[in-house]
């Protein structure tokens, strides 16, 4: 679905109280939720979701971090959905994201980088099916 986009609010952002902020940012930027979790990961679930990064050097630091505390999981609606929500969110590394994006405003690090979303239609069908059963979506 070319209009669907997944994203997860991490938890540095829930832990600093960013949730609503966030969420505020992506709804007025035109996005419809479709489903939305809050939910803590085990380590277990967390290296699921990033396996394609296992053989990075981050994967340990990656794991432990986004089962550190609760995260938002959502999926979100609106054409052009994954490129037009990469655009929202700011490169990976704040430090690089775009003035007004949601990673300028609340992420502190590569690692802590307040959300992810998803790289391609692809990977958003795989990465809401990974969170989401069919009854969970609309
Ligand atoms: P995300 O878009 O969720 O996808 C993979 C994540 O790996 C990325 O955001 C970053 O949080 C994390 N990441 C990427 N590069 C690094 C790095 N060099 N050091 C630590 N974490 C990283």
Redesign the pocket.
Same mark, same amino acid.
């Given at each position: 679905m070319s209009n669907r986009t997944f994203t997860m609010i991490k938890p540095d952002a829930t832990s600093k109280g960013y949730t609503g902020a966030i969420l505020d940012q992506i709804i007025k930027a035109g996005f419809s939720v479709k489903a939305m979790k809050w939910i803590k990961l085990s380590e277990e679930q967390a290296g699921l979701f990033?396996n394609i *990064?296992r053989e990075r050097p981050?994967f340990g630091?990656?794991v432990t971090f986004m089962s550190s505390g609760p995260i938002v999981a959502a999926i979100l609606e609106k054409d052009n959905a994954v490129a037009d929500f990469r655009t929202l969110i700011g490169a990976?590394n704040p430090a690089q994201a775009a003035e007004g994006t949601i990673r300028k405003n609340f992420a502190s690090s590569?690692?802590e980088?307040a959300v *992810?979303?998803s790289d391609s239609n692809e990977n958003a069908t795989l990465e809401g099916d990974f969170f989401f059963s069919k009854l969970e979506h609309f």
């Open positions: 990033y *990064h981050f630091e990656l990976t590569i690692g980088n *992810h979303g």
